[in-house]
């Protein structure tokens, strides 16, 4: 992903899915809860960054410089954006279900926008049919 300093992957949080969020390039931040945001706030939990365990409140700022990562396991609530003018960010994961393991904070947002095709599809979603 491409992203530039104001953007921001919005608080969301999967039950079944694992990822690292990878700062590949630039500095990332990435906010982290134990549970929905609202209700977790200042609870400790441990998070694994670049592979070593750390412990963190809900609601902490887990700050990315290049080659860095966190391990985001199902449950934790997590934002990130780019703390400088620009950054590439890597997400390796398990398969994501696209319609059943999203859950955003702000209910409005969904996991993609319509999209009106005009190709046919090379690779499919596993939401797609």
């Known amino acids: 992903m491409y992203a530039q300093k104001?953007?921001?992957?919005?608080?969301h949080c999967h039950k079944k899915k694992k990822e690292?969020?990878?700062?590949?390039?630039?500095k990332l931040a990435v906010q982290v809860?134990?549970?929905?945001?609202?209700?977790?706030?200042?609870?400790?939990f441990k998070l694994h960054i670049n592979h070593?365990?750390?412990s963190v409140k809900s609601g902490d700022i887990v700050e990315l410089k290049a080659g860095s990562r966190v391990t985001l396991v199902p449950g934790i609530y997590h934002?990130?954006?780019?703390?400088?003018?620009?950054c590439i960010i890597g997400e390796v994961s398990t398969a994501n279900d696209d319609l059943?393991?999203?859950?955003?904070?702000?209910?409005?947002i969904g996991r993609?926008?319509?999209?009106e095709e005009d190709e046919p599809a090379i690779?499919?979603?596993l939401s797609d049919k």
């Open 6 to 11: 104001g953007m921001t992957t919005p608080a």
């Open 20 to 26: 690292d969020i990878i700062c590949r390039w630039g």
């Open 33 to 44: 809860w134990a549970g929905v945001p609202a209700k977790s706030k200042g609870r400790s």
């Open 52 to 54: 070593e365990p750390v």
């Open 79 to 86: 934002e990130f954006y780019p703390v400088s003018g620009e």
């Open 100 to 108: 059943n393991d999203n859950f955003f904070i702000n209910q409005d």
């Open 112 to 115: 993609y926008p319509g999209v």
């Open 123 to 125: 690779v499919r979603l």
